[in-house]
């Protein structure tokens, strides 16, 4: 099942539920490090400080907000200026329907016009969500990151991930 929706850059009155939505990530205990809860103040002060190159997007179906996406610099180095981590999060009640697979493909289609030209994703390894999203959009396995970080007390394993939009690895300009 695929559900349309319109997908916008986020303003600052879209605080409030990226907060809510970043949470039931967080409660669920596979999307990201982050703990503690994501009221719309820290939002707002999160969305003002992002760089140009650092947008987010909201992801519509009329009023009611299903998700949102996020680019971020890979990097302080110049020379990655082109390397973006990429960030999808869907309301847990909108799982399941295409949803994080159309902000993960309006992205890629963006990120090249913010001066983008590869992503990566830093998925925790038991995110089979996470991992299957990613790989339906072309993403590849560049490898494993043994024991990365704690979550709740517990050594966690990240894999990376990354699509280049610009250049086959093959070697064919694209
Ligand atoms: C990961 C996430 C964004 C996927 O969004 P979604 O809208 O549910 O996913 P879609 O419906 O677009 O499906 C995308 C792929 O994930 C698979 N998928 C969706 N839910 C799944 C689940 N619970 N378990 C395993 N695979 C799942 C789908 O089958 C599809 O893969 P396929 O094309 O190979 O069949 C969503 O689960 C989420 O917000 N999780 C919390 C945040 C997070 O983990 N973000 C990822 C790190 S940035």
Same mark, same amino acid.
């Given at each position: 099942m695929s559900r349309p929706i319109d997908i916008r850059r986020a303003r600052l009155a879209d605080a409030e539920f990226i907060g809510r939505i970043y949470d039931?990530?967080? !409660?669920? /205990?596979?999307a990201t490090f982050a703990?503690?809860?994501h009221p719309a103040e820290e939002r707002v002060a999160w969305l003002t400080k992002r760089p140009e190159n650092a947008p987010v997007f909201c992801a519509w179906d009329g009023d009611t907000a299903l998700g949102w996406s996020a680019l971020a610099p890979f990097s302080h180095r110049p020379w990655y200026a082109g390397v973006a981590e990429y960030t999808v999060y869907v309301a847990r009640g909108a799982r399941g329907m295409n949803i994080g697979s159309q902000l993960l493909a309006d992205l890629v289609a963006t990120a090249? !016009?913010? /001066?983008?030209?590869k992503l990566v994703g830093m998925i925790l390894s038991d995110n089979d969500a996470g991992l299957r999203l990613a790989h339906r959009h072309g993403f590849g396995t560049v490898g494993t990151h043994q024991a990365h970080a704690t979550l709740n007390g517990q050594w966690r394993d990240v894999t990376l991930v990354e699509r280049h939009l610009v250049v086959d690895p093959s070697g064919h300009s694209g």
């Open positions: 039931e990530g967080i !409660a669920d /205990g596979n703990s503690g809860s090249p !016009a913010f /001066g983008y030209w």
